[in-house]
């Protein structure tokens, strides 16, 4: 069965400290790949998405993310974090065999300290 | 423009009782989406429909049900309520069921099971 695993549960960084988040999936064929993030008191909306292309897929508030086939990974990267970054952020991947099945990570907790 | 909207916000309910949720979506979005959060555990997929008909579910016992109405609202039924069915249920729609639609989500109903 496909799964998503989120390698940290509870990050706390500084402000202006470099953020990779992890995430791996577990599926050979062809997904599509979303990190959707959480601020406190608000829905989960999305990050950032990649379906095909450049690999590295840009999203709003300067995060990015790198898409690397061979290591079954979709990273999640910000240069230089802020307090309000602070959030529940989850993976999420869709296989096409099972349309419209979006399989989510367990979620990490961000904590950016002013 | 309404975003996707759930009903009620808090349910309270004791063992073997039976909770109804409810969700609209976006207006003109067709595919609608529930999932369950629960602590520590991320989003577990339940349950996807779309254009009135249930297109996929997950791996959750059949006591969890739902469907969608002719204008695309949602209903989310759990049947023989169990103490572990204690978590936040979202809701999110989708413009159309493919796979590059972004899933818009709502603000969830905490059920809690006493």
């Known amino acids: 069965a496909q799964s998503v695993s989120q390698h940290n549960h509870h990050v706390i960084l500084s402000e202006a400290a470099s953020l990779e988040l992890g995430c791996n999936y577990s599926y050979g064929g062809t997904v599509n790949l979303f990190w959707y993030v959480q601020y406190p008191g608000q829905h989960l909306q999305l990050l950032l998405k990649?379906?095909?292309?450049?690999?590295l897929v840009k999203g709003i508030k300067g995060f990015e993310a790198e898409f690397i086939k061979s290591k079954f990974s979709f990273n999640l990267r910000k240069p230089s974090v802020q307090w309000s970054d602070t959030a529940e952020y989850f993976c999420a991947v869709r296989t096409l065999s099972n349309t419209g099945k979006l399989i989510f990570g367990q979620g990490t907790t961000l904590q950016v300290k002013p | 423009e309404a975003g996707v909207t759930q009903s009620p916000t808090h349910l309270i309910k004791t063992r073997g009782q039976q909770a109804t949720l409810r969700c609209s979506p976006i207006s003109g979005h067709t595919s609608v989406y529930w999932y369950q959060q629960a602590l520590g555990l991320g989003l577990q997929f339940l349950l996807w429909y779309d254009e009135g008909e249930e297109r996929n579910r997950g791996n959750f016992p059949p006591r969890f049900s739902g469907r969608q109405f002719p204008n695309y609202s949602s209903e989310l039924n759990v049947n023989a309520l169990e103490l572990e069915d204690s978590a936040l249920y979202l809701c999110a729609s989708s413009l159309r069921a493919r796979q590059e639609e972004k899933l818009f989500f709502g603000s969830g109903t905490q059920l809690s099971v006493l």
């Open positions: 990649y379906f095909s292309g450049d690999p």
